[in-house]
């Protein structure tokens, strides 16, 4: 076997033209609020509390998953059958998802979603090595075991139901996330221009510059 057939040069794209934009945005919907039902059993089996896990102020979405999860079935579908290849670039992708999101998330909001500075082999607190793996054992399952379940769910919906009911539907509930994204922004900038005025807050900094 020659190098062109063990590693083709489109390996990470064959599965791409299977796949719809409409699949894309319902892994993405989908997965972002099973990752708030998973974050939420987390912190419940860690803390033994009941947190708010979820991204923005209403939905049960945590969309780090939602884009974890896209961009691991975009990019890693062919692997199904490659475990050890599928979990190695799993958390790859997670750790650079995981990154960049918490990265612009406090250059946007001014606030960390999620801090592992505690942990062992964390980058800047943002991503550290113990989530790394968890990314990759996620993958493992979403790839081989979730996502094949999830697909003919999909083409069940696509041969019972009309295409633009779906379409709508998809619509409604992306508008809400959208809205629920604006809003969120708006009221963590109002509450930060509050501190800011109200106790001289420095936000960058996160000090109070003057005593209350």
């Not at 892994?27 to 923005?56: A, N």
């Not at 049960?60 to 975009?74: D, N, R």
């Not at 633009?164 to 959208?178: M, N, Q, R, T």
């Amino acid at each position: 076997m020659n190098k062109k057939e063990k590693f083709p040069n489109n390996i990470f794209m064959e599965n791409v033209k299977k796949k719809s934009y409409l699949e894309y945005i319902s892994y993405f919907i989908f997965y972002s609020f099973i990752g708030c039902i998973l974050e939420t059993c987390f912190g419940l089996f860690t803390k033994g509390v009941i947190e708010s896990r979820q991204s923005f102020l209403f939905g049960p979405f945590c969309v780090i998953y939602g884009i974890g999860a896209v961009l691991i079935i975009f990019f890693l579908s062919n692997f199904k059958d490659k475990p050890l290849r599928l979990f190695l670039f799993s958390c790859l992708i997670g750790t650079i998802s995981e990154f960049l999101m918490s990265y612009f998330c406090e250059k946007i909001f001014h606030f960390k979603w999620w801090d592992y500075s505690g942990m062992k082999l964390n980058i800047n607190g943002r991503t550290c090595l113990y989530f790394s793996v968890m990314w990759g054992v996620l993958g493992i399952i979403l790839i081989r075991y979730v996502n094949p379940l999830l697909d003919k769910v999909f083409e069940f919906l696509k041969t019972n139901v009309k295409e633009e009911v779906l379409k709508i539907s998809l619509a409604l509930v992306l508008g809400f996330l959208i809205f629920d994204a604006s809003v969120s922004y708006i009221g963590l900038k109002s509450f930060y221009s509050k501190i800011v005025r109200d106790f001289d807050f420095d936000l960058k900094t996160s000090e109070i510059r003057t005593g209350i």
